[in-house]
């Protein structure tokens, strides 16, 4: 597992959102560019960039200062989300270098959408599964499915060929309160492919916690998402990194 630093930008800007909530913003850098450099330089395997206007607009919004961010740092994966509802906004990202695309509105909304471009770019593709307990939310999180609940969609997911999940909290997401690591476990024990976990890690206790269950268990963790603990500071990117490793 990897400690995956999370560079949320609104605005041009890489902020964090309380929960998903557009209007609970806190601002850390004005150069989203130099924080992925920064990032790097501390050891960072592996980068989690999202277009947090483009999650809400249902199209690219930053997709400049992301094409930058990806240049900047090409000797690691960066995966990208926000606002990937068409398949011209996928091949684009991937061919300015991104390793992952991440989809989730549209892939909950219309699988078909799914099926296609999981065909299109096998191993290329994550699904983003957003949740608020077993409903996934979409559209930024301003919607919510009712279709399927969240371990039914991603158990059909897994039998396409994408690269894995990124299962987020939506309660815990920005909140420093800790993974919701029993629902973490389940889901990914259920489904058999990579899950990365997001929302909640507050310190190194967290990813502690979520190592210790993961022991003796068939799950498939790919790595933590974490944004907020590693802005101010109550977590070090190096020193969880040795926690995972540990693992």
């Not at 309380?18 to 980068?47: F, I, K, N």
């Not at 296609?116 to 979409?138: K, S, W």
């Not at 309660?171 to 990914?188: E, K, P, Q, W, Y």
């Not at 259920?190 to 502690?208: K, R, Y």
């Amino acid at each position: 597992m990897i400690v995956i630093p999370a560079i949320d930008i609104k605005d041009g800007r890489c902020v964090r959102l309380r929960q998903g909530r557009m209007d609970d913003v806190t601002v850390y850098s004005d150069d989203p560019v130099a924080m992925a450099r920064h990032w790097l330089e501390h050891g960072c395997r592996r980068l989690h960039v999202v277009d947090l206007d483009g999650a809400v607009a249902g199209q690219p919004w930053n997709s400049a200062v992301i094409a930058r961010i990806v240049a900047a740092v090409p000797s690691i994966p960066v995966q990208i989300g926000g606002g990937m509802r068409d398949a011209e906004t996928i091949e684009r990202y991937l061919d300015a270098g991104a390793a992952h695309v991440i989809v989730g509105t549209r892939a909950v909304e219309e699988p078909a959408f799914l099926v296609e471009n999981a065909g299109r770019y096998p191993q290329r593709i994550l699904v983003g599964l957003d949740a608020r307990g077993d409903r996934i939310a979409t559209r930024g999180w301003e919607g919510v499915s009712v279709a399927k609940s969240l371990v039914e969609f991603a158990a059909w997911s897994a039998q396409l060929p994408i690269a894995g999940i990124v299962y987020t909290d939506i309660d815990r997401d920005g909140m420093s309160t800790g993974l919701n690591v029993a629902r973490t476990i389940a889901l990914a024990e259920a489904i058999g492919v990579p899950v990365i976990a997001s929302g909640g890690i507050g310190t190194l206790a967290d990813l502690e916690a979520l190592r210790d269950a993961a022991r003796g268990s068939s799950a498939k963790l790919l790595g933590v998402i974490t944004g907020r603990a590693l802005y101010e500071g109550t977590l070090d990117l190096r020193e969880g990194q040795k926690v995972l490793d540990a693992r």
